[in-house]
């Protein structure tokens, strides 16, 4: 079964750092996308960004562009979202997701989610 | 970068109404779009890609339709199980856009 494990929830302060993960199995990690998408409080997906496993290939969205950095330890199929500094806006659910090979770009499956909440 | 924007933003609708929810790309995407579901505190998941694949599970009462700008999501006939925020998004190049999500209630 491929399946996409996150790491548990984080309850953080501003200007602390932060990386959650997402963890790949059932399926050879390496040559999928993974993907990474944000949800605040009552509002909608906002796509962040994805990284190609094999080569650590990154795209960011323009609006997360120097925000967080997408990162990936192929060794242990696990694909990383990290923060240097959190901001209360920070606080959110994100999910990270699998993107299919080539034309099949759809995100399928999807983690569980982290919910990370930054609160003075 | 294309936008993707979905109407209504909302709707309610009776149990076995025919629901119809809309996406439109500012430009040209072909068939790269896929319809997302997400039921209220639940994950994401995938109903229908390549604007009108059915995803393997997902009941037939949903549909998609369309290619380029305008698509379609229909819901033949609501059913309570149905109650969740639906989003589109094109998946072609990056920017992998989301639409801003309709919420679908029961009347």
């Known amino acids: 079964e491929v399946q996409l494990v996150q790491s548990g929830a984080e309850v953080k302060k501003p200007g602390e750092s932060l990386k959650i993960s997402c963890k790949g199995s059932?399926?050879?990690?390496?040559?999928?996308?993974i993907g990474w998408a944000r949800q605040m409080p009552g509002k909608g997906l906002e796509w962040m960004g994805i990284?190609?496993?094999?080569?650590?290939?990154?795209r960011y969205s323009p609006s997360f562009q120097g925000q967080v950095t997408i990162s990936v330890d192929k060794s242990i199929s696990t694909a990383y979202l990290q923060w240097s500094s959190l901001k209360a806006s920070d606080t959110a659910m994100y999910y990270c997701a699998r993107r299919g090979i080539g034309s099949a770009g759809w995100f399928d499956p999807w983690g569980q989610g982290t919910l990370v909440t930054v609160s003075s | 970068d294309i936008q993707m924007t979905q109407s209504p933003s909302s709707l309610s609708a009776s149990v076995g109404d025919r629901v119809t929810i809309t996406c439109r790309a500012s430009q040209g995407i072909a068939n790269y779009l896929a319809w997302y579901q997400q039921k209220p505190g639940k994950v994401p998941k995938l109903l229908i890609y390549?604007?009108?694949t059915l995803q393997s599970g997902v009941p037939s009462r949903f549909s998609g339709s369309g290619s380029g700008t305008d698509f379609t999501l229909t819901i033949s006939s609501l059913q309570p199980e149905d109650v969740a925020t639906y989003y589109c998004?094109?998946?072609?190049?990056?920017?992998?856009?989301f639409g801003g999500g309709t919420k679908v209630e029961i009347k």
């Open positions: 990284i190609y496993p094999a080569d650590s290939d990154t």
């Open positions: 390549a604007a009108s």
């Open positions: 059932g399926y050879s990690f390496s040559s999928y996308w």
């Open positions: 998004q094109k998946y072609n190049i990056v920017p992998l856009t």
